[in-house]
């Protein structure tokens, strides 16, 4: 602690570079390679958020986890990754994996309420039967 024209001067805690003056272990800004999270300093950035300019700011949704703000990781629940970007699934499927096209289940209320072959169908084909929401190849000899 020091005093300087009359004014009392601390200095800020560990890592920071600048900080409140209400409370010197609150980082307002960071020295180089850190980044400010809740007002803390730290050397990566946890998960939800992305570098950017010595902060962690939030990943934008649709993304969960993201390296930019327009690059998405992984996406939320029912959204899919397609290249950097979180795309929901084409209708009627309520869920897709790989392509917007790929159903891994379909919306039960809509007019192709069952899975066959990773498509939405009103109907099993010749040789399924429908098991709830889902069609099965039935046994032979049937």
């Known amino acids: 602690m020091t ?3 009359n004014t009392l001067c601390q200095i800020c805690s560990s890592n920071c570079l600048t900080c409140l003056s209400s409370n010197f272990s609150l980082c307002t800004s960071c020295s180089n390679l850190l980044y400010l999270h809740s007002n803390l300093c730290i050397s990566t950035c946890p998960n939800f958020t992305y570098p950017d300019s010595n902060k962690c700011l939030n990943c934008i949704y649709p993304c969960l986890l993201c390296s930019s703000s327009t690059s998405c990781i992984s996406c939320h629940p029912q959204l899919i990754l397609l290249n950097t970007q979180c795309l929901s699934c084409l209708s009627p499927c309520l869920t897709c994996s790989i392509f917007i096209t790929n159903c891994t289940s379909c919306n039960s209320s809509s007019t192709h309420p069952i899975l066959y072959n990773s ?3 009103d109907t099993c084909p010749s040789g399924y039967y429908r098991n709830l929401n889902t069609c099965l190849k039935c046994n032979l000899p049937c």
């Open 119 to 121: 498509q939405c169908v």
């Open 3 to 5: 005093v300087i024209n």
